[in-house]
């Protein structure tokens, strides 16, 4: 593995077309998601000569969950569409490097399947509130029985964004999502995206931060914050972690690149609850850069399901160890010895 930007490519022989497009694409013209990957350049890492440090370490601790690394699989759905043995296999890679997975609702194999596949690993849940109350209630039981730490509730994905590759490849899951076989609008086979939206809510308020939260005990994150604004309102409603991302550029196109919002975020949450950012990671000096800038965690998905698509659980170890081993690298040469570290250090705000 050279770099994990031309694993696309790889991956884009081996998936059929229209599970390409689904994992690959964004919404609109694709700006905000190429915002998303430009973004990093608007700060610099300063080298640090004479700094007495060498094998920099990369384990950290969040939300209570001791880590190998600060670099986490981000939810995302359907990943049967990479590998014949979709969320199992990116559980068991996650697992080989002491890393931590989220879930997603939309998950080709169950949340019991997944979470049976890495014993001993960390794992959160994420929630696409259904508009149904007593199906959110079974996800969390699910969610609960298996043992996760934390649910995170994407609050940015009220609709499906305008998906240009989806409509062009006429894109229908051509999989069942585990998680809704018990829904009674079907498992989501042969459904289009719209379609699988439809079924979620559209309407999400704090109180339903309070509500998930109440009832299952478990932390809630709120993903999809982008804004200062959002971020206290979320912390005022009861969430215990702020998931910094735009989706992925899948969503809403025209807004900002997450990494450049991350730091007013960061401001206005003042350490008050941990913070995940995505959108755009593909370097180890982009996870620098994120954790430098309020960042406790630091996630990503495409790279790990082109790593599923070409190796299964193999290729997601080597998707993190490579992302790791780049970090390693940015982290010795910028003098930081620990994740701690990198979170002290000041970027450069050079404009070229
Ligand atoms: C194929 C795919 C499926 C996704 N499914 C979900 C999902 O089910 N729930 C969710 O909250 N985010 C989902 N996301 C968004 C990711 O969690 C994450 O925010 C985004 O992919 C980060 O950008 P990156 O892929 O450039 O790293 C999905 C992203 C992709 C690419």
């Known amino acids: 593995m050279i770099n994990l930007e031309s694993l696309e490519a790889e991956a884009k022989k081996i998936i059929p077309t229209g599970g390409f497009g689904y994992i690959s694409g964004g919404s609109e013209d694709n700006w905000t998601l190429a915002m998303n990957g430009k973004a990093f350049q608007h700060r610099q890492i300063a080298p640090k000569a004479l700094s007495d440090i060498e094998k920099p370490e990369l384990d950290t601790k969040v939300f209570g969950i001791d880590l190998k690394t600060p670099v ?7 990943q049967g569409l990479s590998h014949s043995k979709g969320e199992t296999d990116t559980a068991k890679g996650i697992a080989s490097v002491g890393g931590l997975m989220a879930q997603s609702t939309y998950s080709s194999t169950s949340i019991a399947d997944t979470a049976a596949a890495a014993p001993d690993a960390p794992q959160f ?8 109350w007593d199906f959110n209630e079974h996800l969390l039981d699910e969610a609960k029985k298996a043992n996760v730490k934390a649910i995170i509730l994407t609050v940015d994905a009220t609709v499906d964004g305008y998906r240009e590759s989806d409509i062009i490849n006429n894109f229908a899951f051509p999989l069942p999502m585990a998680n809704l076989a018990s829904y009674s609008d079907g498992d989501g086979k042969g459904k289009g995206i719209a379609e699988i939206y439809a079924s979620a809510a559209q309407k999400i308020g704090p109180d339903d931060v309070r509500r998930i939260k109440e009832y299952s005990g478990l932390p809630v994150i709120v993903k999809g914050v982008q804004t200062p604004e959002d971020a206290i309102r979320a912390i005022t409603a009861g969430a215990e972690g ?8 899948r969503q809403l196109n025209g807004g900002p690149a997450s990494f450049d919002v991350l730091e ?37 998905a495409r790279p790990v399901l082109y ?13 993190f160890e490579h992302i790791d081993h780049e970090l390693e690298i940015i982290m010795q040469l910028a003098g930081t010895k620990t994740i701690a570290d990198v979170k002290k250090t000041n970027l450069l705000n050079i404009k070229y």
């Open 264 to 300: 007013d975020v960061a401001k206005a949450v003042n350490g008050r609850v941990p913070i995940i950012f995505d959108s755009g990671i593909r370097r180890g000096s982009d996870v620098f850069k994120a954790l430098a800038s309020g960042a406790d965690l630091v996630a990503f």
């Open 242 to 249: 702020i998931y910094v991302s735009n989706h992925g550029g």
């Open 72 to 78: 986490m699989m981000a939810p995302a759905a359907a």
């Open 125 to 132: 849940f994420q929630l696409y509130m259904s508009k149904d």
């Open 307 to 319: 790593g599923l698509a070409l190796g299964g659980a193999e290729g997601v170890q080597s998707v």
